[in-house]
Every structure is written in C-alpha cells, then in structure tokens.
C-alpha cells in the first residue's frame, strides 16, 4: 500500500515490497554470522520452554523486527530514500530500545506479532500484548526522525481492529437466533425505540477488543435494549419512518424535519436509559455522538 496524506491507501508493487527481515538487516550492515545468531534466536517462537527457561530475563525489542519489516512493505518504494542510510538508521534504533522481559513473555509476545504479520486468527490475549507494544511504541515514536511515512505506517499497523457487527451478528454473539419482540395485530409491529441498528453502529466506533475482559457483554447489551422500557408497538408506515430516520442519522450528518423529529423522540428514551446500563463508558459515549446529545446532566 501506499501512503497518500498520511491515510493508507493503493497497493504498491515497488522494490520496498520485496523486503524481509533478512535483507533489511543485511542493508542495514550485519554480517551473515550477525543475520544467522539473530535468526536462531528468534526461532524461539517455536519453542516449548522448560518451567526453568520460563523464568529466565532476556534482552527483547520492544518493536520486532517483523512489525518493522510489515510497516516498511506499505510503503512507496521511495519513501525512505531521502534518509541517509536509512536501514542503518532504523534498524539501529530498534536496536537500542529493548526491555528486560521473562522467556515466556518474550515467547507469547512474538507468536502474538508472528499471528498478526501472518493474518492468522488472533488470540484474545494477543490483542493484550499488541496494546501493550502500541503504548511502548508511543513512548519512544517522537525520538525517531525523519521517518514520518513508516511511523503512520507501523501506527496503522498497530491499531486494533474495530468491531464490524451487524445485527444479526450482534444478536448471534449474544446467543439469540433473533430479538425478542412480540406479535401484534396486522399493520402494526412492535420495536426497540432505541434500535438494535443504532446500537450496532455505535459499537461499530469502538476497537474490536474493548469489552474482551466482560463475560457475555453482548448477551448483556442486547438483554438491556430487549427490555419493555425501550419497546413500543406503532403502525408498520410509522415504525419504516422511524427505521429510515435512525438509519439517515447514523449514515448522514444531516435529516429532514420529520427525521429530526424521530432522532429527538429516540434521543429522549436513550438519555432515560442511559444511566441504567452499568459500564459500557465508551459505548455510551458513541450513541451520544449518533444522537446528537449535548445536554447530559
């Protein structure tokens, strides 16, 4: 991919793509011996360590060099080459900050970076250990110059995915085949005022790992919003302005008047709700953005 005004953008098929751990090393000037001891100390990801080995302190980076390689493959191939020597530069400066870590901590953080490099399917305590890598890189990003492109690159890298619900998807993960809502007489349907695909969207605002450490947070979300406090009966044309509404204010800054209307009606029942679902600081947070709150007390 390639860097347009610091968004990651176009795949680029340049000579940068082509780049391995080996041969930004061997750039950067190391010594085949050099390459080879590193190599085989590395291969640790693959080891079963002793309960001995577990507690022993290594030296690890804080970056590895596998994050540094993926950040530089999105690069246009000329990005760096303004940077005298430059692999020298980079390397040298993941190099010279590393940390005091056990075996077993440096063994789960690198099969941790080796599942995320590879696009494997990652482990809940995986994304532990990226967030912790994320806030060390943050702490030491501003000391590396004249690197701006990798740095929104290895940021880019770094950041957690974000959730990606539907409300199928929603209802699914809370053990439910559909939401529980009553039958009505014809030409009238019962419904959430505040609707599941308003809730779904705010979710969507949120990295997909925020609510990882809560048992069944989604049984609990789709529980509270399933509750009679936020259900109501209307005719089938009223309940389709409504859905359009909401929908409209997730997706478009601006609504009609009638949308306004709805938005406002819906904005009311979640500000008399709010308060009663515990936790869930950041989610709430994000339906106040969507509803357009302004006058939390």
Same mark, same amino acid.
């Given at each position: 991919?390639?860097?347009?005004?610091?968004?990651?953008?176009?795949?680029?098929?340049?000579?940068?793509?082509?780049?391995?751990?080996?041969?930004?090393?061997?750039?950067?000037?190391?010594?085949?011996?050099?390459?080879?001891?590193?190599?085989?100390?590395?291969?640790?990801?693959?080891?079963?360590?002793?309960?001995?080995?577990?507690?022993?302190?290594?030296?690890?980076?804080?970056?590895?060099?596998?994050?540094?390689?993926?950040?530089?493959?999105?690069?246009?191939?000329?990005?760096?080459?303004?940077?005298?020597?430059?692999?020298?530069?980079?390397?040298?400066?993941?190099?010279?900050?590393?940390?005091?870590?056990?075996?077993?901590?440096?063994?789960?953080?690198?099969?941790?970076?080796?599942?995320?490099?590879?696009?494997?399917?990652?482990?809940?305590?995986?994304?532990? @250990? +990226? =967030?912790?890598?994320?806030?060390?890189?943050? !702490?030491?990003? &501003?000391?590396?110059?004249? *690197?701006?492109?990798?740095? /929104?690159?290895?940021?880019?890298?770094?950041?957690?995915?974000?959730?990606?619900?539907?409300?199928?998807? @929603? +209802? =699914?993960?809370?053990?439910?085949?559909?939401? !529980?809502?009553? &039958?009505?007489?014809?030409? *009238?349907?019962?419904?959430? /005022?505040?609707?599941?695909?308003?809730?779904?969207?705010?979710?969507?605002?949120?990295?997909?790992?925020?609510?990882? =450490?809560?048992?069944?947070?989604?049984?609990?979300?789709?529980?509270?919003?399933?509750?009679?406090?936020?259900?109501?009966?209307?005719?089938?044309?009223?309940?389709?302005?409504?859905?359009?509404?909401?929908?409209?204010?997730?997706?478009?800054?601006?609504?009609?008047?009638?949308?306004?209307?709805?938005?406002?009606?819906?904005?009311?029942?979640?500000?008399?709700?709010?308060?009663?679902?515990?936790?869930?600081?950041?989610?709430?947070?994000?339906?106040?953005?969507?509803?357009?709150?302004?006058?939390?007390?």
């Amino acid at each position: 991919m390639e860097l347009v005004n610091g968004n990651m953008s176009k795949m680029d098929l340049g000579s940068a793509d082509s780049l391995t751990v080996e041969t930004l090393l061997m750039a950067a000037g190391w010594s085949m011996y050099e390459w080879q001891a590193y190599s085989k100390e590395h291969s640790t990801k693959h080891k079963k360590l002793t309960e001995v080995e577990r507690q022993w302190t290594v030296d690890e980076y804080i970056v590895d060099f596998e994050l540094v390689v993926m950040a530089l493959n999105l690069l246009a191939e000329n990005q760096c080459q303004s940077v005298a020597h430059w692999q020298k530069q980079l390397v040298d400066f993941f190099i010279n900050h590393r940390q005091s870590v056990t075996m077993e901590q440096q063994l789960q953080k690198r099969q941790a970076v080796c599942r995320k490099v590879r696009g494997r399917q990652q482990l809940p305590s995986d994304h532990v @250990l +990226l =967030e912790q890598i994320r806030a060390q890189w943050k !702490e030491i990003r &501003d000391d590396l110059v004249d *690197f701006d492109a990798f740095k /929104v690159a290895l940021d880019w890298i770094l950041q957690p995915a974000m959730n990606s619900y539907t409300v199928d998807s @929603l +209802l =699914e993960d809370a053990g439910r085949s559909e939401s !529980e809502l009553a &039958d009505t007489a014809p030409g *009238f349907q019962q419904d959430h /005022v505040v609707e599941l695909q308003l809730v779904v969207a705010a979710l969507n605002r949120l990295w997909e790992n925020t609510y990882s =450490e809560v048992p069944d947070w989604q049984r609990t979300i789709v529980e509270f919003f399933d509750a009679k406090d936020n259900l109501q009966v209307l005719t089938v044309a009223k309940n389709d302005q409504k859905h359009m509404a909401v929908s409209r204010a997730i997706h478009c800054p601006t609504q009609r008047a009638e949308e306004k209307a709805w938005i406002a009606y819906v904005r009311t029942r979640w500000m008399a709700l709010r308060d009663r679902l515990s936790g869930f600081v950041a989610f709430k947070l994000h339906m106040d953005a969507i509803l357009m709150v302004t006058d939390r007390q």
